[in-house]
């Protein structure tokens, strides 16, 4: 009873929300990126939409749950309905056999909501996301990137941002 209390109400305080935004991120980790396989990260929603149907409605529901935790967080409804566009993309492409399972690897539906949230969280200084996670690493030590792959960390280019270059 004491976790449906905690994860299926509204948050009322700035620790809930950022307890609320971490269940989805790990919602969001275990269903699209939790493995390694030969450089892609796949999740469980791929693997269990290569059983026939069934697999792809297992799928659809976690991906509704993790839209009804986001729903917790009071976001605007039109970012809502791109949450379902994703979700239901997903779902229908997952359902052509063989080819939709591949391809449900490659989209990241989860990823993509958790990116939606974490913009939308961030714009409206309700959880501080950098931090939380910088604090709160997943098990592989990545952070969810969803549609942002450019965000890659690079080394500065040599003499930029360093002493030598501001003539110390």
């Keep these: 009873m004491e976790y449906f209390k905690m994860y299926h109400r ?10 609320l935004y971490g269940r989805i991120r790990t919602i969001a980790y275990w269903l699209d ?3 390694n396989v030969g450089g892609l990260h796949i999740g469980l929603e791929s693997i ?9 409605f297992l799928g659809l529901f976690a991906s509704l749950y993790q839209i009804y935790l986001c729903y917790l967080l009071s976001i605007p409804i039109n970012l809502m309905l791109r ?11 997952g359902l052509i056999p063989w080819i ?5 690897i490659f989209y990241k539906s989860n990823q993509y909501n958790l990116t ?6 961030v714009e409206n200084r309700l959880v501080d996301v950098h931090r939380y996670n910088r604090e709160h690493p997943l098990s592989n ?3 969810p990137e969803g549609r942002n792959r450019s965000r890659a960390r ?15």
Excluded: Q, Y
Aim: hydrophobic content about 45%.
């Design 154 to 168: 690079r080394a500065p280019a040599a003499g930029v941002g360093t002493e030598s270059s501001r003539g110390f």
């Design 48 to 56: 269990v939409g290569f059983i026939p149907v069934i697999g792809d």
């Design 100 to 104: 939709g399972d591949i391809l449900d």
């Design 10 to 19: 509204k948050p009322r305080t700035e620790g809930e929300r950022e307890n």
């Design 83 to 93: 949450m379902m566009a994703n979700v239901l993309v997903d779902f229908v492409v």
């Design 33 to 35: 990126s939790f493995a």
């Design 116 to 121: 939606i949230l974490s913009t939308w969280l």
């Design 141 to 143: 030590g990545m952070e």
